[in-house]
């Protein structure tokens, strides 16, 4: 019987192995239920260009609880918003397994309208 974060991690396996394919950038999200994290990945994986998470301090003063909707569209402003100064335009999207719905959604989309091309 297979765990739901283990086949959460076989679905992420192959959108990972798809982006290394293509070797472009990788923005990278992960949830849990309290907080959301994204990062964006050079082509070869090795080194965190731009990253952002509802834990730092200066996003906890704007929005009291990381695990909503509200917080992932502050960081996904935010990331888009550290990619642009990094020299980064174009990224590939890896939800990370999970469903392109909810929090994960509103990340996606907060990081295109600020610039984000994926």
Do not use: W
Request: charge should be positive; hydrophobic fraction near 45%.
């Amino acid at each position: 019987m297979i765990d739901k974060n283990t086949a959460r991690l076989r679905r992420a396996r192959k959108t990972r192995l798809k982006i290394a394919e293509l070797k472009s950038l990788r923005l990278s999200v992960f949830r849990t239920n309290c907080h959301i994290y994204a990062q964006i990945f050079t082509a070869c994986g090795s080194k965190v260009l731009a990253a952002a998470s509802s834990l730092e301090p200066d996003v906890r003063k704007d929005v009291a609880n990381g695990g909503n909707v509200a917080a992932a569209v502050v960081i996904g402003k935010l990331i888009a918003e550290r990619a642009k100064q990094a020299g980064v335009e174009q990224v590939a999207f890896d939800r990370s397994g999970f469903q392109y719905h909810g929090r994960v959604k509103a990340l996606a989309e907060a990081a295109r309208e600020a610039g984000l091309k994926f």
